[in-house]
């Protein structure tokens, strides 16, 4: 049972542009998320969170945006820079349960030059 | 500082046989989460460990254990090795007790013939 979804296998974008990762979840306990990103031969390294309580959070290039009614989030990185190239997962907790996170397949993000 | 290492990097073992996976956090970090992950998918949550102590499980089969020593490092063990338990074996520390905002290690890949 998949509750964490990440229906984008791979996006593609220009340099300098917005790139925008999507994650869809369908346990509504969940109330704290997180995205990873995953560079070749590394393990995940923690890029962003966002508790329940708000649905913005932004750090630097990253922003995530939450909306609790849809079970959706999105990671938006501007500008886009090739570095930013991996692959992105996107996690949930639930505050009970918050050490079993639950992750999505991934995104692999390919910035072009 | 070093981060997350694991060892070995990679292993192969024969169906039947018995495995054991080390990690080492970083320094500071109580917490070790362990994690499964297959081609095409995201790490799933197998046990974190706080101080010591075992703080979540996942659904995983009784073959699967773990262990964190006195100076934070951990054992993950599998014994019985089906060949389902082929896969990359991602050990992540955090600073909290809940084992979010974790920074993982590369993994150890796990080939079971």
């Known amino acids: 049972d998949q509750q964490v979804k990440q229906n984008s296998p791979s996006l593609s974008v220009q340099e300098g542009r917005i790139s925008i990762l999507n994650c869809d979840y369908t346990?509504?306990?969940?109330?704290?998320f997180l995205w990873y990103k995953k560079y070749p031969a590394e393990g995940p390294t923690f890029l962003i969170s966002?508790?329940?309580?708000?649905d913005k959070n932004e750090d630097g290039r990253f922003t995530v945006f939450l909306n609790k009614s849809a079970k959706h989030l999105s990671l938006h990185i501007v500008p886009s820079q090739p570095g930013d190239s991996a692959v992105y997962f996107c996690?949930?907790?639930?505050?009970?349960?918050?050490?079993?996170?639950?992750f999505g397949a991934g995104t692999r993000l390919t910035v072009k030059p | 500082d070093a981060g997350v290492t694991q060892s070995p990097t990679h292993l192969i073992k024969t169906r039947g046989q018995h495995v054991t996976l080390r990690c080492s956090p970083i320094?500071?970090?109580?917490?070790v989460s362990w994690y499964q992950q297959v081609l095409g998918q995201g790490p799933q949550f197998i046990f974190q460990y706080y101080e010591k102590e075992e703080r979540g499980r996942g659904n995983f089969p009784d073959r699967f254990s773990a262990r964190q020593f006195p100076n934070y490092s951990s054992e993950l063990n599998v014994n019985a090795l089906l060949l389902g338990d082929s896969a990359l074996y991602l050990c992540?520390?955090?600073?909290?007790?809940?084992?979010?905002?974790?920074?993982f290690g590369q993994g150890t890949r796990l080939t079971v013939v």
């Open positions: 966002i508790s329940s309580i708000k």
């Open positions: 992540a520390s955090s600073h909290n007790a809940w084992g979010t905002e974790a920074f």
């Open positions: 320094s500071g970090h109580k917490s």
């Open positions: 346990n509504s306990m969940f109330d704290y």
């Open positions: 996690a949930a907790s639930a505050w009970e349960d918050n050490n079993d996170m639950r």
